[in-house]
């Protein structure tokens, strides 16, 4: 009976973590013709958007106090919010009857990431009836969140890692986790060419090449990628280990969201659509797949990973993590889908295949 009423006592019941997260937006827009050009009209669309962000968490007594078993340390409420003030516009200018011009340019500033502005130029070229030219150049911007920021700190315990420095495996130690006010925005530059070929009007094959490198990407690491980066002597991950006072192994590490370095990435996309006859009816078969040629990524300390088609370098070592709070898998090589679609009447019928490798 006594047993029965402590674990009774032990039970935790009710709401845990209350949370809102709020946007509010307004956008004013405005498109319309231009001018008049030899080759067509030139058009335009310019708006502004004000926009305003909020994160409220409640956590209960329990939760802020860290008294729930598994859920690691206290938690503490968070309040916190942004204001995005945005200007954008944007030209499609015809610069000859087959040569297309777009030029769209936006102006960001945050109240809490800071301020900045972002382009995107594309031409569009068509000698021939059967052929398309297209190119396109760039550069963005993502803002951390709120979460990302303000996401409590709580120390609890980490995954399982092995350690390479004591040969030690299966270990789980204090760790840090949670959101990070220092974090700075994720940059980038893109570019990309491709064509466009329509022998007939029933076959169409697209290809293109694209080519984007990203600046100070957020994401939060394994704790078996905080080890072994320590571990090679990558400086990035230095102050992200605390070892035992006078020993080798470790007490504690860090697994906040950090900016972890750079990326670049290229890869070409291939769409095709191919329509023929088949018995009373139409046979459509199509085929959408990319094939990744680099996705190398360096860590802010100058270690590279090699990411095309592993989750480990050669010695064993995890490859540099590159989205937040997500487990990035595998960067496939090749991945497609595959469909042929049979057409009678009202009636159809799908056969598709999804490959990757």
């Known amino acids: 009976f006594n047993s029965a009423l402590q674990a009774a006592g032990a039970k935790y019941t009710g709401d845990t973590l209350n949370a809102t997260s709020k946007s509010t937006t307004l956008d004013a827009r405005l498109a319309g013709d231009l001018m008049t050009l030899p080759a067509g009209p030139m058009q335009y669309a310019a ?82 009836k059967q052929v398309v030219l297209r190119g396109s150049a760039g550069t963005g911007f993502r803002a951390p969140t709120l979460i990302d920021l303000w996401q409590p700190q709580a120390l609890g315990t980490s995954e399982q890692f092995n350690d390479p420095g004591t040969n030690q495996v299966d270990l789980q130690v204090n760790s840090l986790t949670g959101g990070n006010p220092a974090l700075k925005p994720e940059q980038s530059k893109q570019r990309s060419i491709g064509v466009v070929l329509q022998p007939t009007n029933d076959l169409s094959v697209a290809l293109d090449y694209f080519d984007i490198r990203v600046t100070d990407i957020i994401a939060a690491p394994s704790a078996q990628e905080v080890v072994s980066r320590f571990r090679a002597g990558d400086p990035a991950f230095t102050g992200l280990v605390k070892l035992v006072p006078g020993g080798n192994d470790i ?41 990744m040629i680099q996705f190398d990524q360096t860590s802010p300390g100058g270690a590279l990973s090699r ?51």
Not at 264 to 291: E, F, M, N
Not at 313 to 329: I, R
């Open 47 to 128: 708006g502004v958007q004000l926009r305003k962000e909020s994160l409220v968490t409640r956590p209960s007594a329990a939760l802020e106090s860290g008294d729930i078993a598994g859920l690691g340390g206290s938690l503490p409420p968070v309040d916190r919010d942004r204001k995005i003030n945005s200007v954008y516009g944007e030209l499609i200018v015809p610069v000859l009857k087959n040569l297309e011009g777009n030029l769209a340019l936006r102006r960001d500033d945050y109240n809490d990431a800071g301020n900045t502005t972002n382009y995107k130029a594309t031409l569009r070229w068509q000698p021939v």
């Open 307 to 357: 990411k095309v088609g592993t989750m480990v370098e050669a010695d064993g070592t995890p490859v540099l993590s590159s989205t937040a709070g997500v487990n990035d898998g595998v960067v496939l090589r090749w991945k497609h889908r595959l469909s042929a679609t049979w057409t009678q009447g009202p009636w159809a019928v799908t056969v598709a295949q999804n490959y990757t490798t």
């Open 251 to 291: 007490d504690s590490i860090i697994q906040t969201l950090q900016n972890v370095g750079t990326a670049k990435v290229r890869g070409v996309d291939i769409d095709a659509s191919w329509r023929l006859p088949l018995g009373p009816g139409k046979l459509d078969l199509s085929l959408s797949g990319s094939y």
